[in-house]
């Protein structure tokens, strides 16, 4: 099933330029955009993973991850097939680093059996675009964000940020919530492990704040290419700069995955970066590691713990309307 993709120009008449994301590419006819799933025949750009559903599955919102966002909520998580990232290090390859016809177990499944699929769960709060990056699948995305919206249910979007500022423009209306992967603070380090590079990110970031929409941002750490210290202070203060120190920031820790083989992260540096991050930013989680520190949250004013959380499993004990029970102060949580 193929459908005309959004934001593209002719170059010539059998040549397009795509306009999605910041590659902008030069598609030749016949051939494939970086993300392989956007591909141009006869001049005609078409968007190959349209209604193309390589997972779907109800999670806990927590798993996006999203700490601030309805806790304890479920969210029924949907992903397609193709990336306009080449991360070395990538955790979902087998439906990021390919094209359309390379995958061969993808379910087709129009935009309203989504929305039918998400009204029917219990303690579902919507839909979450996920697994790969939502914005290769636009077009589809878009559609069943549209719907969604109009059952009062909510949109969520876990992205890399590589996209174009008019796409991400018309897009912002129906998204409810944001997780951006931030994935280092260097554009040496964007353009050698993920062929990409960083200002796009940190635009879209600023995009999405100034909107008014809940953001949450995740920053794997990998050793000996994005452990810097110092580098990672940059980064903070750059989070502070674009959305406040109220930024929810996840750090993950990395494993071996894809063509990277390097060891996962020590213990103690992910400890270590986390208590920096605890110093600029007033709430900071740690992911991908068992770690009872790091998961809970507190109250940034009088320190009072707000919210258990056992592994992707919350459990709201010292907040009420979005305040702290013992200060009443105003936390940044949508429930």
């Not at 969604?148 to 919530?177: M, Q, R, T």
């Not at 009072?304 to 592994?311: T, Y």
């Not at 459990?315 to 009420?320: A, D, F, Q, S, Y």
Request: net charge positive.
């Amino acid at each position: 099933m193929l459908k005309e993709a959004q934001y593209y120009q002719k170059k010539s008449e059998t040549d397009v330029i795509c306009g999605l994301c910041p590659h902008n590419c030069e598609i030749p006819d016949g051939k494939s955009g970086i993300c392989k799933v956007r591909t141009n025949r006869k001049g005609i750009l078409y968007s190959d993973n349209y209604c193309k559903v390589s997972a779907i599955h109800l999670d806990p919102v927590e798993k996006k991850p999203l700490y601030h966002f309805y806790p304890g909520k479920n969210i029924l998580s949907v992903g397609s097939i193709g990336c306009n990232l080449k991360c070395k290090f990538c955790q979902n390859s087998s439906i990021s680093q390919i094209s359309v016809s390379e995958f061969d177990n993808a379910k087709i499944i129009r935009p309203e059996l989504i929305v039918s699929e998400a009204e029917k769960h219990r303690n579902n709060i919507g839909v979450a675009y996920t697994y790969n990056e939502p914005a290769v699948w636009y077009e589809f995305m878009y559609e069943i964000a549209v719907k969604i919206k109009k059952k009062k249910l909510k949109n969520v979007v876990v992205s890399n940020g590589y996209i174009n500022e008019k796409p991400l423009s018309d897009l912002i209306p129906y998204i409810d919530a944001f997780n951006i992967d931030i994935k280092a603070f260097t554009d040496e380090f964007y353009r050698k492990q993920t062929k990409s590079s960083l200002k796009p990110v940190l635009n879209t970031i600023r995009q999405i704040h100034s909107a008014g929409k809940h953001l949450e941002l995740t920053n794997l750490i990998i050793p000996g290419l994005n452990d810097n210290p110092e580098i990672f202070k940059e980064l903070l203060n750059e989070i502070i700069n674009i959305s406040g120190k109220n930024t929810v920031l996840h750090l993950s820790r990395y494993f071996p995955n894809y063509k990277m083989k390097r060891n996962e992260t020590p213990h103690d540096t992910m400890m270590n970066l986390f208590h920096i991050a605890e110093q600029f930013l007033n709430y900071v989680y740690i992911g991908n590691m068992i770690n009872t520190e790091g998961n809970n949250t507190y109250c940034p004013n009088c320190g009072e713990l707000l919210i258990i959380r056992n592994r992707y499993m919350s459990r709201l004990i010292g907040i009420t309307n979005s305040k702290c029970d013992k200060c009443n102060l105003k936390i940044p949580i949508v429930n």
